[in-house]
């Protein structure tokens, strides 16, 4: 067999070397001393400068650091090493790239304070404190009555110093906003419009997107905006008369959005054809199943003959071969003691110290003595043999070093190597920790001089690293150690296989494991080292240390004196053949024995059977698993191709990280990447490995540079590797972490950037390239008919899912107010029959009673109120009048004025004084809308109404007539009016739904009143009862609450505006405790509000005599899914105060009902079941474990309310569904609202809302279709009538639903699973635009964390939903609106962001 010819470089390249390690010489000096000694070697190129020839090469900084330690600058980054260096590499990346033609791309938004990178002397770990929780449930709950659009007066404007000319969020160019819009003229310089295009091209030639249509992810999404817009721009508060040129594009995006261009152009990126067809799919008809990966057809397939195992040479025959390392040690230490072991040189290479055979020996049994028979504890020995010692010496102290390792083996002690340590928080520090517990390693040996530089503690002791145990630190400095006695000799035993050493490897993923080497594998190393390189005794070996790797030396010449083979990497290790790549294998007795304390993995690495194609063993020797990749190559040499820990396997082929850091680095010939720092790895996302590179960049690098690059590394990896990167992250220069010897911590990096913690400043993230394993988008199968599905049902044994509420004409309740027809003649009556009972009582913030209101109060009240009205007004019988009040007694005193007077009445909520711009066009909005003749509210609120402030945001000559009923004459109404039917109109309920709708529904007396009713039964509602509301007072069971039951029930209700909790976040639940309240209402802002505003003063509250141990029901009115987390937060959390487990509940009602469902305090508890989510996109329900993979918990909304009727009916097909099916919910009782007034811009959707009737089955009753997703489902509890309980599940509404892939999300578990992706991420919403998701979401931490959330956000909503996230927005806390009852306002917010009213910390065009 022939073998590679060992050369052995002059001593002077290695010093050069050495200088450029430690940063003593510049790369261009290195290179030019390099050139030099090579002269020799290489032929010169004629004409060429060898200093130049390595011009495209790696780039090095020539700046050193200044304030780092001695220790620190022995760990100094150098340039990377050989191995990423080749011209040719170079000349192909550059030549791939030349191909490559340059288009248009939208560049990532960000503000200035995210463009400043720190420098490397002042970088530091950034500030991860966030605000207070007080702070953010204020900041929370400020936006049920301001906006979030306003500008933030301490917040820079956006910065663009990239593309000099353009737009803040450097786009570009202007495009329109609907597909296939033309590019308007770019107003940029042709660089600036090149390197904010490059991109583009990669992704027309990056074809791995797993469909060849555009991302299908809104399908039918531009039809829906079509009708949609007009009512987001009215709500939004845009007045009839206004200027909306604006808002004239095709779909409704502002011309000017910035935003809105970017977004057409990522789409217009997506749209280019991708290059693998659509590959086959299982398709269950129940659940979405990833693809199946199949076999790349392009992959090469290895075509050569099976290799032979290599036999290396036998060790040849030495007569006075020392039996062992420490006999070779004694022998010439005392043969030959002045003879020079070992010198230490400086960097400039002079010897500095020279340590002599006589001087190792001599000290290492004074240190095997003191270790063996000076360190006691409690006055028995610390150590005895077979322990395990760490030994703790920087790299530039090879004698100490070598004196504790010889000291160790002669007391029979086990010597450690580890680093030094310095920092508690060193990268891998934590893993060594538990490697040195594992090993059972007690004590330390260390220098003096590296003691004194370890971290201390205030006790001056060395500190206890993160996950290290307990040591003791011992300094094997002269004046420590005791002189050994005469009588004491060490035994120096033949080499056995016993173990002489333990060297630790770091695993890819991070974990570190101790491999064992036992002292006849070291002197068997030594043989083989001495043999192959023809030592004999006086020569000199220059060996330049680069840190304790004791690999290096086992395996250096280990093809010289073994048996090596080639072996497949997964699975049973077959021999590969001659053209195939494995992972190499070697047989010798110099190898490392096992990993320490783990059998397991042990028997798979050092006990490998190579066996061949047939399966039959190639040796009865075992082989070790080196870890290595490579081949065998013509005349038998053993090729290193890479290492088994940079393997990468995406799609079924595999990479090699070094490989692609190979390719990164010979991109740019500008240096961009600092000092060559690169890292390679892959994440598992989706089932698949995903490529992350991350890049240190320059400190000078503009963000035009860092964009440049970015695209062209894109461009080379999927050219020379076809593949795509996954992710591509650009950190501050010297801030990844690094191991001991200054490269780049791998694993370490892996691990901050799965955690969020890596803080980069530039981010790319290229999903919809990489991921090509989604499910099939669904394909909606035919229509079933209604009767085929009742058929089906029955067959199935399944009924049809309907329930309903107690029957109200057989409850008896002794109930006077039922002879009323008209809420009118209830307070006539009650003023009458009990003129002093009190009616209403209305908090302050300090808690303290600011009005009240009694029968014969309120009844005056609302006359002097009518005469008001009809005489200063001039106002007829069905004339609208628009009630502008905060929350308080004067709102319904002035309701029950107007039904006096025959008007009907609208509420309102004023505009906000410091927010007039946004709040007071919705106010002008209503006015107009519901055609009010009138408006009454406070002197103070009409001064705002007419102010000049006023008259910049709507006209206010416009305003009809306003009375202000501050001070109204005590004037006696001639005749109360009487409506001629219970079916006449009693008031409008105008309301903004979550998607952005306004809409009036018309309430009649007689549903007014049957919904009195329905709520009196069901909470049994006495006159001598209180209640405690927390709510808003201007729509949907809040304004029934408030305005309407205790007038017919005659309680007392405690009203408690939400407002207040603002400035004291205790008021609502120390008003229940104080009045003993039984029943309480609240909406999901207050209960959140709470939560977060109290969560630490339950102690404080229970010293202030807070007691919830009265309260029986406390109900969260919503017209949503119940939010179970909160829920339950909030009940764990005060049930400390008394607060029953089982007393919160939620409610449910919605336009068409105001309250369908509602706990009450008779029935059973709210039950809950838990669903596959995946079964829910798919419309269907499928009840699961709880804690099963997918599981999503559903609580039943409340008990259906006495007279109501629920059933579920098909979206499509309007025919009635089975039992547990989901559909929409549709209702029929005596209180639905009879129909719309208006609904603003979409009057013919909703025609049949409340007109509703089933295809199939019961074709005669009529209802109202409430819009909302649910389910019924028959419980094994029982009724209050004896009956099984029917439980209503709401699942979502069907508006705010997202139609991607074919299938059905719903917002609210998209924005859940991203809210757990990251600590800091304090709110979510979700929106989709022109075929993109768009993921919004709130910051509160450092905004250096704010690009951490791009990777996050998109993992997760990859990995639980299977969707790819087109766009990341990080605002700050508070950005997302909410409505009064809590709920998000996604379509407020779309409209903002397209706007580019944000003001976002980074947006992410994910490609």
């Given at each position: ?11 002077a ?105 720190s420098?490397?002397?002042?970088y ?16 929370r ?87 949609e ?34 977004i ?54 030495v ?58 504890t ?66 330390a ?9 370890l ?22 400095d002269?004046?420590?150690?005791a ?14 296989a ?8 770091t ?23 001495t ?147 690169i ?14 590179l ?43 972490p ?10 370490e990096?892996?691990?901050?950037f ?7 400043c ?41 329930a ?104 309102v ?92 529904v ?86 959140e ?6 969560g ?34 909030f009940?764990?959390l ?19 009902n ?81 129909g ?10 909703h ?23 649910g ?93 790819i ?21 996604r ?21």
């Amino acid at each position: 067999m022939n073998h590679p010819l060992m050369v052995l470089l002059p001593s002077a390249f290695v010093l050069v070397e050495l200088e450029i390690s430690l940063g003593d010489i510049t790369q261009k000096g290195y290179e030019k001393k390099r050139a030099k000694l090579l002269a020799r070697y290489i032929p010169l190129i004629q004409g060429v400068d060898p200093c130049l020839q390595a011009e495209n090469r790696v780039p090095g900084s020539s700046q050193a650091t200044t304030a780092l330690s001695k220790q620190q600058k022995s760990r100094s980054t150098n340039s990377r090493d050989e191995r990423f260096r080749s011209d040719v590499h170079t000349e192909a990346v550059q030549a791939a790239l030349a191909k490559y033609k340059e288009r248009r791309m939208p560049m990532p938004s960000k503000r200035r304070s995210v463009l400043v990178h720190s420098s490397v002397e002042t970088y530091t770990p950034p500030d991860t404190s966030s605000a207070s929780e007080d702070e953010g449930s204020l900041r929370r709950q400020g936006r049920i009555t301001s906006t979030p659009f306003q500008s933030h007066s301490n917040v820079e404007p956006w910065l663009n110093r990239v593309i000099q000319g353009s737009s803040t969020s450097s786009s570009a160019s202007s495009t329109s906003s609907h597909p296939g819009g033309k590019p308007a003229a770019a107003s940029n310089t042709a660089t600036a419009t090149a390197a904010a295009t490059v991109l583009a091209d990669l992704m027309a030639h990056t074809q791995l997107d797993n469909h060849s249509a555009p991302p299908d992810v809104t399908t039918g999404l531009v039809e829906h905006l079509h009708h949609e817009r007009p009512q987001v721009a009215s709500v939004r508060g845009v007045p009839r008369g206004y200027n909306s040129s604006v808002l004239e594009t095709a779909d409704g995006v502002p011309v000017n959005s910035r935003v809105s261009s970017k977004i057409q152009q990522l789409l217009n990126t997506l749209k280019r054809p991708k290059r693998p067809p659509l590959k086959e799919f299982f398709v269950d008809d129940f659940e979405e199943l990833l693809e199946v990966q199949q076999p790349d057809p392009n992959q090469p397939k290895p075509e050569g003959n099976q290799i032979n195992v290599l036999k290396g040479e036998p060790l040849g025959v030495v007569t006075n071969w020392p039996p062992s390392l420490l006999a070779a040690l004694q022998r010439w230490g005392i043969t030959q003691p002045k003879a020079p072991c070992l010198t230490a040189l400086d960097t400039t290479g002079k010897a500095i110290y020279t340590l002599t055979y006589g001087k190792l020996w001599s000290r290492s049994l004074k240190l095997a003595y003191t270790l063996l028979n000076k360190l006691t504890t409690k006055n028995e020995p610390l150590l005895k043999p077979g322990d395990r010692v760490a030994l703790v010496f920087p790299n530039s102290d090879p004698v100490m070093f070598m004196v504790a390792f010889y000291g160790c083996l002669l007391a029979e002690l086990i010597p450690v190597p580890i680093e030094v340590p310095l920092t508690r928080k060193d990268a891998g520090s934590q893993q060594i920790g538990f490697l040195l517990g594992s090993c059972g390693v007690t004590l330390a040996l260390t220098t003096d001089a590296c003691q004194k530089g370890l971290p201390k503690a205030q006790t001056g002791e060395v500190v206890t690293f993160k996950g290290w145990p307990r040591l003791i630190w011992f300094v094997i400095d002269g004046k420590h150690l005791a002189k050994p006695t005469k009588d004491w000799h060490p035994q120096v035993r033949d080499a056995s296989a016993e173990i002489a050493y333990i060297e630790y490897k770091t695993s890819k993923e991070g974990s570190t494991v101790g491999i064992t080497i036992s002292h006849a594998s070291m002197l068997a190393h030594c043989h083989a080292l001495t043999q192959a390189c023809g030592y004999s005794e006086g020569k000199s070996l220059l060996v330049l240390f680069k840190g304790l790797d004791f690999s290096i030396f086992i395996n250096l010449l280990v093809s010289a004196v073994a048996n090596v083979c080639v072996v497949k990497v997964d699975g049973t290790p077959y021999l590969c053949k001659a053209d195939e790549v494995g992972e190499i294998c070697v047989n010798s007795s110099a190898t490392g024995m096992a990993y320490f304390g783990l059998l397991g993995i042990t028997k798979n690495v050092f006990e490998a059977i190579p066996v061949t194609a047939a399966g039959v063993p190639v040796s009865d020797q075992p082989f070790t698993r080196t870890g290595l990749l490579g081949f065998v190559g013509p005349d038998y040499l053993v090729f290193v191709v890479g290492k088994l820990d940079g393997l990468m396997t995406v799609s079924g082929r595999r990479h090699n990280a070094d490989d692609v850091v190979a390719t990164a680095l010979a991109v740019e010939p500008m240096k961009f990447v600092y000092r060559g720092r690169i890292a390679v790895f892959s994440v598992t996302v989706l089932h698949d490995d995903r490529i992350v590179l991350v890049a240190e960049q320059r400190p000078d690098a503009s963000e035009e540079d860092s964009f440049q690059w970015m695209s062209r590394v894109l461009q080379a990896i999927d050219s020379i590797h076809q593949v795509g990167v996954y992710c591509l992250a650009l950190v501050p220069a010297n801030t990844l972490p690094k191991t001991p010897l200054g490269g780049i911590h791998i694993s370490e990096t892996k691990q901050r950037f799965l955690e969020g913690a890596l803080h980069p400043c530039n981010v790319l993230m290229c999903p919809h390239t990489c991921v090509t394993n989604l499910p099939k988008p669904r394909q909606k199968q035919p229509d079933v008919g209604p009767a085929s599905m009742i058929v089906g049902n029955l067959v199935a044994g399944k009924r049809i899912a309907q329930a309903s509420g107690r029957d109200v004409a057989q409850l008896e309740d002794n109930d006077q107010a039922r002879k009323f027809l008209y809420l009118a003649d209830v307070l006539q009556w009650r003023a009458q029959t009990t003129p002093d009972h009190p009616l209403f009582l209305l908090l302050n913030s300090k808690g303290t009673v600011a009005s009240t209101a009694s029968c014969i109060q309120l009844h005056k009240r609302a006359e002097r109120v009518a005469v008001a009205l009809m005489e200063k007004g001039r106002l007829n019988v069905g004339d609208h009048v628009a009630l502008v009040y905060p929350p308080g007694v004067d709102l319904i005193a002035t309701f029950y004025g107007c039904l006096y007077a025959g008007c009907i009445p609208i509420t309102v909520r004023p505009p906000h004084p410091q927010n007039l711009a946004t709040t007071l066009p919705t106010v002008k909005m209503i006015v107009e809308v519901s055609k009010s003749a009138c408006i009454l509210t406070t002197q103070a609120i009409m001064k705002l109404l007419k102010s000049k402030e006023a008259a910049t945001a709507v006209d206010i000559k416009t305003w009809p007539t306003i009375l202000d009923t501050d001070d109204m004459p005590k004037k006696k109404l001639a005749s109360i009016f009487r409506p001629a039917s219970p079916d006449m109109l009693a008031y409008l309920d105008f309301s903004v739904s979550t998607t952005g709708i306004l809409a009036g529904v018309k309430m009649s007396h007689a549903a007014t009143s049957a919904l009195c009713r329905s709520i009196k039964l069901q909470c049994e509602l006495y006159p001598s009862r209180q209640i405690a509301i927390c709510l808003d007072p201007y729509c949907g069971l809040g304004f029934a609450l408030w305005c309407l039951c205790s007038v017919y029930s005659g309680h007392q209700s405690i009203l408690v505006p939400p407002l207040e909790l603002e400035s004291n976040v205790s008021l609502w639940l120390s008003a229940v405790s104080q009045y003993k309240v039984r029943v309480t209402f609240c909406s999901y802002s207050v209960m959140e509000m709470c939560t977060k505003g109290l969560g630490t003063q339950t102690d404080i509250l229970r010293v202030k005599g807070v007691n919830l141990s009265c309260v029986r029901t406390c109900m969260v009115v919503a017209e949503e899914r119940p939010r179970i987390t909160l829920t339950q937060s909030f009940s764990k959390l005060f049930k400390d105060l008394g607060l029953s487990a089982r007393a919160v509940s939620t409610t449910f009602g919605c336009r068409v009902n105001v309250a369908i469902c509602l706990q009450g305090t008779a029935g059973p508890d709210p039950t809950t079941v838990y669903v596959d989510m995946r079964a829910l996109r798919h419309d269907r329900v499928r009840l699961v474990e709880r804690g099963s993979p997918h599981s999503l918990p559903l609580m039943e909304s409340g008990k259906i309310l006495p007279g109501v009727k629920v059933i579920i009916a098909h979206t499509e097909t309007k025919g009635p569904l089975g039992d547990s099916h989901l559909g929409e919910i549709w209702v029929s009782s005596p209180h639905n609202s009879t129909g719309y007034y208006t609904v603003y811009g979409e009057e013919a959707l909703h025609a049949d809302h409340f007109t509703a009737r089933l295809s199939f089955g019961d074709t005669q009753t009529i209802w109202a279709r409430t819009g909302y997703l649910g389910f019924l489902r028959r419980t094994e509890l029982t009724d209050a009538s004896g009956e099984r309980h029917d439980a209503l599940y709401v699942v979502g509404s069907l508006d705010e639903t997202l139609e991607l892939r074919g299938m059905r999300y719903h917002p609210i578990d998209i924005e859940t699973s991203v809210i757990r992706a990251h600590k800091s991420i304090a709110e979510c919403a979700v929106f989709t635009w022109t075929n993109l998701l768009v993921v919004v979401v709130e910051l509160e931490g450092s905004e250096q964390e704010a690009l951490d959330l791009v990777a996050l956000v998109t993992n997760v909503v990859l990995e639980e939903h299977y969707l790819i996230v087109g766009v990341v927005v990080i605002v700050d806390p508070g950005v997302i609106p909410i409505n009064s009852r809590g709920e998000k306002q996604r379509m407020h917010l779309r409209d903002g962001f397209l706007a580019d009213q944000l003001d976002p910390i980074y947006v992410a065009y994910n490609m």
